[in-house]
């Protein structure tokens, strides 16, 4: 018995709860002041309408094919597209986010692209 009347009991089971508390929120700003992990992409080779080939070297050999698509007119070079990563098909089960702010910004489009792929039943 407390002072103030408490059964010990109470308290014990304050104590266990506050407890879970605390070691929820530890484990919740861990995770969120987790170090940021560098995305790097590697240098594009960038060109326009009447640049040399940097392939070839060809002069004034570059034309734009489509919008914002270039090509060289001698060799064919054309720089490469990269697109943004995604998820294999194949690991779309068992796909886990890397972190909680990954999860809170794109766990809606990723469901919503799940749901396009499988259908509504599942
Ligand atoms: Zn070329």
């Known amino acids: 018995m407390t002072p103030e009347g408490f059964p010990d009991r109470v308290i014990d089971r304050a104590h266990q709860i506050w407890d879970g508390v605390r070691q929820y929120y530890e484990r919740l700003f861990a995770e969120e002041n987790q170090p940021l992990v560098t995305i790097t992409a590697e ?3 960038r060109v326009n309408v009447n640049d040399d080939c940097p392939h070839c070297h ?3 050999a570059i034309r734009e094919v489509c919008q914002n698509i270039f090509r060289c007119t001698n060799c064919g070079w054309q720089p ?3 697109g943004p990563g995604g998820i294999a098909r194949s ?8 972190n909680r702010e990954h999860q809170q910004k794109f766990q809606r489009s990723f ?3 799940l749901w396009r792929i499988r259908g509504p039943q599942r």
């Open 43 to 45: 240098p594009q080779v």
């Open 58 to 60: 060809g002069p004034k």
């Open 80 to 82: 490469r597209v990269v």
């Open 91 to 98: 690991k779309l089960e068992s796909f886990t986010y890397p």
């Open 111 to 113: 469901n919503d692209a």
